[in-house]
Nanobody, 115 residues
Framework: QVQLVESGGGLVQPGGSLRLSCAAS????????MGWYRQAPGKQRELVAT???????NYADSVKGRFTISRDNAKNTVYLQMNSLKPEDTAVYYC?????????WGQGTQVTVSS
């Protein structure tokens, strides 16, 4: 059974930074892609960023230039560095790991951007 455990969320002021971590149980090389999604109150879950096994990345337009996704295969961990945070980035952030025909999800970590 795959477990994804997110950490690093919290309360930050606008313009601040946070780094989210997603630790997987076992090797992340078995997933063809991993990523971060977020869900704000009353809204649908949306893609934030993804990274493939080969290191290719994809970002939502709303976070391009501010967020960076990376992975450490030796630590079985994926990161999301979030800079220049805005109040509209407030949401629960979920880690995702994809294999063919199935997606695994973490429990989520709350990010709140507020002064």
């Amino acid at each position: 059974q795959v477990q994804l455990v997110e950490s690093g969320g919290g309360l930050v002021q606008p313009g601040g930074s946070l780094r989210l971590s997603c630790a997987a149980s076992g090797s992340i090389l078995r997933f063809y892609a991993m990523g971060w999604y977020r869900q704000a109150p009353g809204k649908q879950r949306e893609l934030v960023a993804t990274i493939t096994n080969g290191g290719s990345t994809n970002y939502a337009d709303s976070v391009k230039g501010r967020f960076t996704i990376s992975r450490d295969n030796a630590k079985n961990t994926v990161y999301l560095q979030m800079n220049s945070l805005k109040p509209e980035d407030t949401a629960v952030y979920y880690c995702n790991a994809a294999i063919v025909h199935y997606n695994y999800w973490g429990q989520g970590t709350q990010v709140t951007v507020s002064s």
